[in-house]
């Protein structure tokens, strides 16, 4: 019985509470202007994939390269590329080398080497361009190394040399390569930060 | 000889009756009247009103105003826009908002640390575009504020009394805040801000100016 008169008084309060928000609302609404515009955003992809292919887009993952060393015969030096695969330009990439080590009375190094503005002959060794240190890793210190040679402009590729040394008297191993690429930080390795008047 | 002129008393006597009683009547009718004319006076005066008319219009300042797409944003960039705002018409206002919001639900709206920000900055002139520097001066009318912000709570740009006819010359800034994201052999981390899109939508409101009451 009290439950009821109570549910009564709660649904009278109620009901006076939405007349008052009714005959309140218009002297609010009339009362005001507006004005509205609009913009289409997008943000950007920052992306290097390491990469054996000269051309295409590859998929993202690491390349992996096999080394070895016999006595006297030790792999030659090795080519793949770093591909701009995002949307934004770019001054500075980071580099990553893991795996390295299996050798026997050595401590493998490999010693990457930039062909900026040219491309490798991988049968002489020379690059067309600038070659251009990256950084030597090995077990120890397999980075990532933070370089200005980078795949400037989107979609563009880096050609990059491993050279392999330090082995030792033999061994093998496959070397991981990986490329890295941060917004902000430290070092930022995006082009900009841009402001637009527009 | 006798009956007849017994007939012709009656006769007379008739219409003096009848007289008498028309007589009656007109005096009645002339009474009332007068007492029903005065029951009607009036007296009448004049007063001439019009409502006023609240009106907020946004254009193109210098450059292109809104409808812009701003594409390929990366952390630490700005992107200025230039428009004009009026409170037009003739009523005063006050209380200018901003509201921002974005379509669809992505981390550009909806993280009020890695997401989208507006700012909003006066010039009592026209902007330069080229350089988008204010050769007279400047005032910061809303700080930079995440959209996510501005979507559920409008910002305040004016607060307090707007006179009709005001014009502003607004610099909006939206801006992607510095943040470091890596991304490692082509692949971005979870939660990226990486290849996102969204359509803003800015939303100046203004309220009629504080209601008077007028003794003349």
Known sequence: ?198 | MAAHSIRSSRTRSRKRVALAAAFAAGVLALTGAGVYAGLNAVATGTADVTSGTLSLTVTADVGAGFGQTISNMAPGDTYNSFVKLTNGANLAAKDLTLAVTGSGSTLLTTDGTKGLAVAVTQCSVAWTLATGACSGSTTALLASTPVATLSSTPGSVVSGAIAASTVWHLKVSVSLPDQSETTTNGTPPGGTIQGLSTTLTFTFSESQRTAVTTNA
């Open chain 1, 1 to 198: 019985m009290g439950g009821s008169l109570g549910r009564r008084a709660g649904a009278a309060a109620l009901a006076a509470a939405l007349l008052a928000a009714l005959v309140a609302r218009p002297a609010v609404a009339g009362g005001t202007a507006q004005a509205t515009g609009t913009a289409a955003v997008t943000s950007s992809t920052w992306s290097v994939i390491p990469t054996t292919s000269s051309s295409g887009t590859p998929s993202p993952g690491s390349v992996s390269i096999g080394f070895s060393h016999t006595l006297v015969l030790t792999t030659p030096p090795q080519y793949f590329y770093a591909a701009n695969t995002g949307t934004r330009s770019l001054v500075r990439t980071s580099y990553e080398v893991d795996g390295i080590g299996g050798a026997l009375l050595g401590n493998p190094t490999i010693t990457l080497t930039a062909c900026v503005g040219g491309t490798w002959n991988t049968g002489t060794n020379v690059c067309s361009g600038t070659p251009t240190a990256i950084g030597s890793f090995t077990a120890a210190s397999p980075g990532p190394t933070d370089v200005a040679a980078a795949p400037t402009s989107s979609g563009s590729r880096l050609h990059i040399q491993a050279a392999v040394s330090n082995f030792g008297l033999l061994g093998s191993f496959t070397a991981v390569f990986s490329t890295m690429v941060t917004s902000s930080g430290a070092v930022r390795q995006l082009s900009g930060p841009l402001t637009t008047n527009a």
